[in-house]
């Protein structure tokens, strides 16, 4: 199948009406490289510098770079910056501003993180609220206790810091949260922040900033991070700037040097710890929950720290950071001997002796992490064993479940038994697969439980309640696109959904029994993959007794923007059933995904023009052609509207990212002066209420109050003050952005540059969220089928197989 290149003034239709094409090989001109494609590692995005990247890094799997297309899949406004190109130490660059002067940018998956992170803080402030306190999970017990006391141990200097490791403990199962307040109108966005600091503060920071010759505008970011007394923490340690999201060890240096004068010095103390704590705060970016200790050390010498292993030291004496030792079982490396047998010493302490000696043979690693994410990791663990080790609550008899599985077929059959002796089960399979989970929730209701779906997006929450015959689909939401009906889909009533925040929060879903408790028996959890080790704590340690979690998803789409990878870990692990779905996505669509998920990207035959490759020879005609596509190409020769097509691109910034496509798109489909804030009534775009989360929406108008919205089916006003932080143009999205969504019709974009944010997880979700029509503007030629076959997902390190082996028994 032969690919005849267009000129760029052509209208793109005769390359959607000329019939199908694949986006394997493709004979068109050599692509130009006329901007950077500001994906993760590839480029610099706007407010942030561009680093080089070493081989190193991406070969190592150890390393701190980011995957591709690292942004959160629910952020937009100021958060929507990516990060730069990976340092030589392999970690990722959250870049400082633009020139010395702009306000420095967030990048997605720290908008994430600090969404997580404010909404442990708000569950724990409603903790203390309360008469009585609840022990929670992130109570310092168990391991961290243990730990706590090593540090003070290595401080106080009464042991060295090698031996402050210890092998982890079961940490005991948190209490569960106090039930949620009732739900705010989302017309009162405004008060739903946190509060921020005070006008003061602000200017008291300001003014040390201007002082040491940083920009003045990252003090509103760094009066909040580091509370009262910002201005002092700053004079007494400089290097804490390093907590602003997108500024460099470079930058804080500078600002140390123009504070500390002479005093200033790469041997710092200060310095060590602070580059200790960035390194583990990049790693976190990069989806890991810790780092092994010699990786950590060789980047901290590679950011001119004279004595690594001091500067780590000194983070774990002073609480920033926890160590763990994690055995590594490989075989033969311990040696077998028998109770009583030769080599073991008999009598009081010699059974000790031989395992001591044992454990010192053992081959393990060290690894390094910050507390949230070790603790919530821990808790994750505890919490998933909990649910394996436990009785399910008996909602009907066993001859129930047994009727409720032969009515349903196939797959959703092996689910439906499998849930009914289990608290953890898996469920994983494609687009078509949503069926199951939908036939499994009917049954459970029709038992008597209380069940509900929970998505991590917006997006996976209306997707679901579309295809599962609940309320349709919000304007401004994609539409299921012909996604296969749920067997018996007129029985039992509509599939209840909700996002994952709002069934924490409260604001969707059942709310919370009397002892804090979610108030269900059965909770599904859609898109499973993109669930970080935060939210999953969150979740598991909001589930009552008796209670049954399944796991639902795609294993090879992107896995999620926060630390962890907590679907893939469980399938690697086999503590629990795991249910394969059975169900194929149909079509030549279904064929070409199918195929890039096992490394093949193979022709398949569209009669109906359902894949079309258009290649481009720059940035300029790749831009050109997405617009005639999106306006024109895919309207008269597919039939889908341009309302109903997405174009998804593997960054922000650079000449072909979601910036520059939504411009040109909105200048083609909604024309108009943008009076309120750059927007005009009808622009389609993205909301993010709080860092890390996306409303898909259109404008409707806007007044003294703010931007009026509709989103996800509810009016939103955003005051004045925020439009511009949290309101995107949404006809373009990054494969993060779109995770969850489905749309009749896709463009995805491919520019000459962007071949470093290839992936096969990437390309699989990209190409997935088209329903009916996929086009493929690209100019990375032979790199895309490269990337199918040749780059899997960068590996992360996790600990919660380590965590959950000793908990629960293997299959």
């Known amino acids: 199948m032969s690919t005849e290149p267009e000129p760029a003034h052509e209208d793109t239709a005769a390359a959607v009406d000329a019939g199908p094409e694949t986006p394997g090989a493709t004979s068109g001109p050599a692509p130009g490289a006329a901007g950077a494609a500001d994906e993760d590692g590839a480029g610099a995005s706007d407010g942030t510098a561009r680093t080089a990247s070493s081989p190193a890094a991406d070969a190592d799997p150890g390393s701190l770079g980011r995957e591709a297309d690292g942004e959160d899949g629910e952020s937009s406004g100021e958060a929507s910056g990516d990060s730069s190109g990976e340092t030589p130490g392999g970690q990722p660059e959250s870049a400082g501003a633009e020139g010395d002067a702009a306000p420095a940018q967030v990048s997605e998956a720290e908008a994430e993180l600090a969404a997580q992170r404010l909404e442990r803080e708000r569950i724990a402030r409603r903790k203390a609220e309360k008469q009585g306190p609840i022990e929670a999970g992130g109570k310092l017990s168990g391991t961290a206790a243990d730990l706590l006391a090593a540090v003070r141990a290595v401080e106080s200097g009464e042991k060295p810091a090698a031996t402050v490791f210890a092998e982890p403990a079961p940490a005991p199962r948190r209490a569960a949260p106090e039930p949620a307040r009732p739900p705010r109108p989302v017309a009162a966005e405004r008060a739903a922040g946190p509060v921020g600091p005070t006008p003061e503060a602000v200017q008291a920071v300001r003014r040390v900033l201007a002082e040491g010759g940083a920009p003045e505008a990252l003090a509103p970011q760094a009066a909040a991070l580091l509370g009262e007394g910002a201005e002092d923490a700053l004079r007494a340690n400089p290097w804490r700037l390093l907590r602003v999201g997108g500024v460099r060890p470079e930058q804080a240096d500078g600002f140390a040097r123009a504070l500390l004068g002479a005093a200033c010095g790469p041997d710092d103390e200060r310095r060590g710890r602070a580059v200790t704590v960035w390194l583990l705060e990049q790693a976190a970016l990069a989806g890991h929950t810790a780092l092994e200790l010699p990786l950590l050390t060789a980047a901290l010498a590679e950011r001119g720290v004279p004595d690594p292993d001091a500067a780590v030291q000194s983070a774990l004496a002073e609480g920033e950071a926890l160590a763990f030792q994690d055995a590594l079982e490989e075989p033969g490396a311990r040696p077998a001997s028998a109770p009583g047998g030769s080599g073991t010493a008999a009598g009081p302490g010699g059974a000790d002796a031989a395992e001591e000696e044992e454990d010192e043979e053992r081959p393990v690693r060290v690894l390094i992490g910050l507390e949230r994410f070790a603790l919530a990791e821990e808790s994750l663990a505890d919490g998933l064993a909990r649910l394996v080790n436990s009785t399910p609550k008996q909602d009907g008899s066993a001859a129930d479940w047994e009727r409720a599985a032969d009515a349903a077929r196939g797959a959703a059959a092996d689910l439906v038994r499998a849930v009914a002796g289990h608290g953890l089960v898996l469920h994983t399979g494609g687009e078509a697969s949503l069926a199951e989970p939908a036939a499994l929730l009917r049954a459970a209701r029709a038992l008597g439980l209380r069940a509900w779906a929970a998505a991590p997006g917006v997006l996976g929450r209306d997707r679901f309640s579309a295809l599962a015959g609940g309320a349709p689909s919000a304007p401004g939401t994609p539409d299921p696109g012909g996604s296969p009906a749920p067997e018996d889909s007129d029985s039992g009533g509509p599939t209840p959904a909700v996002t994952v925040a709002g069934l924490l929060a409260g604001t969707e879903g059942p709310g919370r029994d009397a002892d804090g408790a979610l108030d269900l028996d059965l909770l599904v959890v859609l898109d499973a993959p993109h669930l970080d080790v935060e939210a999953g704590a969150l979740l598991v340690e909001s589930l009552p007794d008796g209670a049954r979690l399944v796991l639902a998803g795609d294993p090879s789409v992107l896995w999620s923007v926060g630390p962890g990878r907590v679907f893939a870990d469980l399938l690697a692990a086999r503590i629990c059933p795991q249910v394969a779905s059975r169900l194929p996505d149909p079509g030549p669509l279904g064929e070409l995904v199918s195929g890039i998920g096992i490394g093949e990207l193979g022709q398949v035959e569209a009669p109906g023009k359902e894949v079309v490759i258009v290649p ?31 174009v998804i691109t593997p960054g922000h910034g650079g000449a072909v990212g979601t910036r520059a496509l939504n411009a040109a798109l909105k200048q083609r489909l909604n024309p108009g002066p943008g009076r309120f804030g750059g927007f005009d009534p009808g622009d389609r775009v993205v909301h993010s209420p709080v860092p890390g989360r996306v409303l898909p929406g259109r404008v409707v108008t806007a007044d003294a109050d703010g931007l009026h919205l509709s989103c996800a089916g509810e009016d939103v006003v955003v005051p004045p003050e925020l439009v511009e932080r949290t309101v995107r143009h949404g006809w373009a999205l990054t494969a993060h952005q779109a995770m ?44 895309l089928p490269r990337a199918v076959a040749e780059v899997p997902a960068k590996p992360r390190t996790t600990r919660l197989p380590v965590l959950l082996a000793p908990q629960v028994p293997t299959d």
């Open 740 to 783: 969850g969504g489905r749309w009749p019709a896709v463009v995805v974009v491919l520019p000459g540059d962007a071949v470093r944010a290839l992936s096969r997880p990437w390309i699989y979700t990209a190409f997935g969220r088209a329903a009916r029509h996929l086009s493929v503007v690209q100019g990375v030629e032979q790199a």
């Open 616 to 646: 481009v020879r720059d940035a300029g005609e790749a831009v050109h052609r997405t617009v005639q596509l999106v306006a024109d190409s895919v309207p008269r020769a597919i039939g889908v509207p341009a309302e109903d097509t997405q």
